[in-house]
């Protein structure tokens, strides 16, 4: 019942058969590791529970980091290894850590040969962006803030025409539910299609099924982010590691929709580069508070910004409340349509959440997984000292719905001026059993001593 390795056709039946290589998986690990297989010559099979672009890649906003050729002055490859050991602050794997860093630059250029295509700088080379924990700017981006959009985008267009070109073979709509097995051996897929259930055999699996954001009950990551490629692989008899690493988006935009009809999908994140560009975090108060908490502020390492905002919420005696992101200071040292320009895809969703981010502050909560929502504030923040933060203009209509977005608009003369942060205790569902509450109460341990 199960499909056979193939023969390539021309070959004699002598010749040995190409070996098959199963995906599990269309977000950019799938697409990419797919397109590589296939041109190296393996018989590769694509499967994917839903669309080609139901995937948490095609949400992603901020980029890739990258130390290219031709690099932002002064940086290297060793910083970047440097970077991301510091921001691991002990946990990383240093030899994967040494490879990703070292090896990013061929995968930026294997993504270009499938057709990706980056956001160019003046200079002729490719926009580099700053994010938390680097110290240069680097990372690429493309239509500013929809890369995994436009990475996704190119990924499948190259994968059709592969298939076109009978190199590799999509499934969709194909859901996997088993690894096959011989003994110890995986010997291929089962999988649901269209109500049926069919296995293709396999010499080896590739299993690239994303995250686990679903597990949660606040997330920004979409529906097919169920951790399906764990559960398989723990089922197959895998030993797995790293449990416990969830991110924690230091910021989602907070949810407060009088009218659900008007609300998006879910909770929007907020990219990281949105304070790389210079936004920064205040509380209630309009204290910039993240100073206090790490010497790089806002541009600290996500998890640090995330537990930041939770002490910071609980020193001020409200571990529900929320804090604000002000993107006005960006638009003031950058000039008028920056923000569109550089963040076409948030400015167009914070303003159908009724928010001017050119002209509000926004009101965020931090949310397990990726991810930041916002939503006009239920008070107007008042800044503590001239200079801190823009005087709030007058309260933004207030909502109290945990989740839904705001329907109500701000303009830029009638609303309080920044977006709303909030820590909010994230529900996890059984799948993680004990361990993940544990670490979550781990959140409110006092930071490590800054470096
Ligand atoms: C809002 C948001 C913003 C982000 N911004 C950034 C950013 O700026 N920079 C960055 O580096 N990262 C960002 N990320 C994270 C990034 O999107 C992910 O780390 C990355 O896309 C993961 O890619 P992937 O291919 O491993 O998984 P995914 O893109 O999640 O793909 C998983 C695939 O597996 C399929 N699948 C799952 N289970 C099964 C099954 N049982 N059978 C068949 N198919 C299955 C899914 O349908 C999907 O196609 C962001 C994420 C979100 C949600």
């Not at 602050?89 to 270009?112: F, P």
């Not at 980056?118 to 490719?126: E, Q, R």
């Not at 309080?416 to 979550?440: D, E, F, I, V």
Request: charge should be positive.
């Amino acid at each position: 019942m199960f499909e056979r390795g193939t023969v390539p056709s021309g070959t004699s039946s002598a010749a040995p058969a190409r070996q098959r290589l199963v995906v599990v998986g269309s977000g950019i690990a799938g697409l990419y590791a797919a397109l590589l297989a296939a041109d190296a010559g393996a018989d590769t099979v694509l499967l994917t529970k839903g669309r080609l672009d139901e995937s948490n890649t095609w949400y992603a906003q901020g980029g890739i980091s990258a130390v290219l050729q031709d690099p932002a002055p002064g940086d290297t490859v060793a910083a970047h290894i440097a970077d991301t050991l510091r921001a691991g602050a002990g946990h990383c794997d240093e030899v994967a850590v040494r490879l990703m860093c070292t090896e990013a630059r061929l995968d930026i250029e294997g993504l270009r040969r499938f057709g990706v295509r980056f956001d160019m700088g003046n200079g002729g080379g490719p926009a580099l962006g700053l994010e938390a924990a680097h110290s240069a700017p680097r990372i690429l981006h493309a239509g500013g803030d929809a890369t995994g959009a436009r990475v996704a985008e190119a990924l499948i267009r190259a994968v059709l025409a592969a298939q076109g070109e009978g190199k590799l073979r999509v499934l969709t709509r194909a859901y996997a539910t088993a690894l096959l097995k011989d003994g110890g051996r995986v010997t291929g897929v089962g999988y649901l299609q269209d109500g049926r259930t069919a296995g293709i055999e396999a010499d080896a699996v590739l299993l690239a099924t994303g995250g686990a954001g679903q597990l949660f009950a606040q997330t920004t990551n979409p529906g097919v982010a169920t951790a399906d490629g764990l559960a398989l692989a723990v089922r197959a008899g895998a030993a797995t590691a790293d449990l416990e690493f969830f991110q924690f988006h230091p910021t989602c935009m907070v949810d407060t929709a009088a009218d659900r009809s008007a609300a998006p999908a879910g909770p929007l994140l907020i990219s990281e580069a949105v304070r790389g560009e210079g936004a920064i975090l205040v509380d209630a108060g309009g204290r910039r508070f993240m100073r206090a908490y790490h010497p790089d502020a806002e541009l600290a390492p996500r998890d640090v910004v995330s537990r930041s905002i939770a002490l910071h919420l609980a020193k001020l005696g409200d571990p529900n409340g929320h804090v604000y992101l002000d993107a006005r200071v960006i638009e003031e040292a950058r000039g008028e349509g920056f923000l569109e320009g550089r963040f076409p895809t948030l400015t167009r969703k914070t303003r159908e959440a009724g928010i001017d981010w050119t002209a509000n502050l926004s009101r965020w909560r931090r949310r397990p997984t990726t991810g930041w929502a916002a939503s006009p504030p239920t008070t107007p923040p008042a800044p503590a000292s001239p200079g801190s933060t823009p005087p709030a203009k007058s309260p933004a209509p207030v909502s109290t719905a945990q989740t839904g977005w705001p329907a109500t608009r701000s303009s830029k003369d009638s609303s309080s001026a920044a977006a709303l942060l909030r820590t909010s205790s994230p529900r996890p569902t059984a799948l993680l059993g004990r361990r993940l509450p544990a670490l979550l109460r781990g959140l409110s341990r006092p930071l490590p001593a800054s470096p």
